[in-house]
T-cell receptor
Framework: AQSVTQLDSQVPVFEEAPVELRCNYS??????LFWYVQYPNQGLQLLLK??????LVKGINGFEAEFNKSQTSFHLRKPSVHISDTAEYFC????????????FGAGTRLAVHP | NAGVTQTPKFQVLKTGQSMTLQCAQD?????MSWYRQDPGMGLRLIHY???????DQGEVPNGYNVSRSTTEDFPLRLLSAAPSQTSVYFC?????????????FGQGTRLTVV
C-alpha cells in the first residue's frame, strides 16, 4: 500500500517570492508521483507527473518537482509565485502496477499575498 | 470536449434519504473513480471501476454503491444518507495508457446531509 504525507497544511508567501511545497511518500513498490492543483470551487487539474527518467520534472504554470528516491520525496517548487497561484495543492502517488489508483495527501493551501 | 461531467453541483439531503450522484465522461476512459474530499483529509477513494461491469471498493466504501453499465457513466448511490456523508464528491476518469496516465476530474458535487 502507498501513503502520502504533505508536511505543510498552509504556506503563506509574498508575491514574486520562491515557494516549496513538501511531499513525502511511502510505498513497498515502485511508484508514479503527481501534483494536482485545485482552484476555489473547482475540480483538480494535473500540474506535473513523474513516471520515469529525469528526476526533475517540469509542469504547467512554471512549477517543477524533483523526485528523490532515497528520501522518498517529491517536493514542488516555483521560483517566483503570482497571486493567481493561490490554490490548494495535492501530492498523489500510484503504484506502477495499478497506476490509475491515486492515493492523495491531505493537501497544502498556498496563499500568495501582495 | 466536455471531459468529466458531474450532476448535481449542490444537493441538500435529509438523514435517511437516498440519492444518486451522476458522473459521465466522453474520453472513452476505461478507469473511473469516486473520491470524497473533507477538510484536512485530502481526497479519499470510495469506489472505482476498471471497465463496464467491473467495480471495486476503495478506502471508504461504506454507505455507497456503484455500478458501471457503460464505459461513459459511473453513478454513485447513497442508500440512506447520514450527516457523516456531508462532503464534496469528485468523479475522475483516466485511460490505461501508461505513458499518458492522468486523472481528469469533474467539478464536484457539494453534498450536505441534515
Amino acid at each position: 500500500a502507498q501513503s502520502v504525507t504533505q508536511l505543510d497544511s498552509q504556506v503563506p508567501v509574498f508575491e514574486e517570492a520562491p515557494v516549496e511545497l513538501r511531499c513525502n511518500y511511502s510505498s513497498s513498490v515502485s511508484v508514479y508521483l503527481f501534483w494536482y492543483v485545485q482552484y476555489p470551487n473547482q475540480g483538480l487539474q494535473l500540474l506535473l507527473k513523474y513516471l520515469s527518467g529525469s528526476t526533475l520534472v517540469k509542469g504547467i504554470n512554471g512549477f517543477e518537482a524533483e523526485f528523490n528516491k532515497s528520501q522518498t520525496s517529491f517536493h514542488l517548487r516555483k521560483p517566483s509565485v503570482h497571486i493567481s497561484d493561490t490554490a490548494e495543492y495535492f501530492c498523489a502517488v500510484s503504484s506502477r502496477y495499478g497506476y490509475n489508483k491515486l492515493i492523495f495527501g491531505a493537501g497544502t493551501r498556498l496563499a500568495v499575498h501582495p | 470536449n466536455a471531459g468529466v461531467t458531474q450532476t448535481p453541483k449542490f444537493q441538500v439531503l435529509k438523514t435517511g434519504q437516498s440519492m444518486t450522484l451522476q458522473c459521465a465522461q466522453d474520453m472513452n476512459h476505461e478507469y473511473m473513480s469516486w473520491y470524497r474530499q473533507d477538510p484536512g483529509m485530502g481526497l479519499r477513494l470510495i469506489h472505482y471501476s476498471v471497465g463496464a461491469g467491473i467495480t471495486d471498493q476503495g478506502e471508504v466504501p461504506n454507505g455507497y454503491n456503484v455500478s458501471r453499465s457503460t464505459t461513459e457513466d459511473f453513478p454513485l448511490r447513497l442508500l440512506s444518507a447520514a450527516p457523516s456523508q456531508t462532503s464534496v464528491y469528485f468523479c475522475a476518469s483516466s485511460s490505461f495508457d501508461r505513458a499518458n496516465t492522468e486523472a481528469f476530474f469533474g467539478q464536484g458535487t457539494r453534498l450536505t446531509v441534515v
